[in-house]
Every structure is written in structure tokens, then in C-alpha cells.
């Protein structure tokens, strides 16, 4: 089985900071892309920030300039940092990792379980 497990959420002011992690564990062979999503009420999970494992990111352009992706390779761990957190930004942080699905040019992706971020006064 694989874990993706996220911490870090939590209320912050406007303008402020905040560290999302996600850590994987279990059965994987290999990663290819590791990212986060986030999601209202309502509304269809968008795209925040990915990974590849080549290094190369991508950023929605909501968050360009304020938000930053990385990761740690020998820990299987992901990292979003969010500066200048606007209320816009409250959400359900989610954690996505796909990992190969060997033989095949298809990927099996995994999702954690969310983490609240929220941006208030």
C-alpha cells in the first residue's frame, strides 16, 4: 500500500506564510510527478503547483510569485511554500503523486487525505 500523508495547514493572517509538506511512503517504486491541488466547496480540484521528477515545476498562475514548490527526493517528501497568503487562497490542500505503471506509458496517482488552509483576520 502507499500513504501520501500532508501537514502544515492552518489559519493564517493575510499576508502571512505558511509550509505544506507531504510525505510518501509505502510500496512505490518510483515517482514521476508530485503536486498539490486544492479544492472549495463546490468546485471542481485545480492545480496548484507540480513537480517532476526531473525538476521541472509549474505554478497556476494565481500563485506565481507568492507560492513555491520543491522536493526532497531521498525523503519521498513535497513541499509547497505559500508566501503573501491572500483569502482567496482558503482551501483543501491536496497531495497528488503518480507514480509509473511499469511496462506501460500509464501512471497509478495517489491522493492524501487534505490538509485546511485558511487566510482570515
Known amino acids: 500500500q502507499v500513504q501520501v500523508v ?3 495547514g492552518g489559519l493564517v493572517q493575510p499576508g502571512g506564510s505558511l ?11 518510483s515517482i514521476i510527478f ?12 485545480e492545480l496548484v503547483a507540480g513537480i517532476t521528477s526531473g525538476g521541472s515545476t509549474n505554478l497556476a498562475d494565481s500563485v ?4 513555491t514548490i520543491s522536493r526532497d527526493h531521498a525523503k519521498n517528501t513535497v513541499y509547497l511554500r505559500m508566501n503573501s497568503l491572500k483569502p482567496e487562497d482558503r482551501d483543501v490542500y491536496y497531495c ?14 495517489f491522493w492524501g487525505q487534505g490538509t485546511q488552509v485558511t487566510v482570515s483576520s
Open 19 to 29: 509550509r505544506l509538506s507531504c510525505v510518501v511512503s509505502g510500496s512505490i517504486e
Open 96 to 109: 497528488n503523486v503518480r507514480s509509473p505503471i511499469s511496462g506501460s506509458i500509464r501512471y497509478r496517482t
Open 6 to 8: 500532508e501537514s502544515g
Open 34 to 45: 508530485m503536486g498539490w491541488y486544492r479544492q472549495a466547496p463546490g468546485k471542481q480540484r
Open 64 to 67: 506565481k510569485g507568492r507560492f
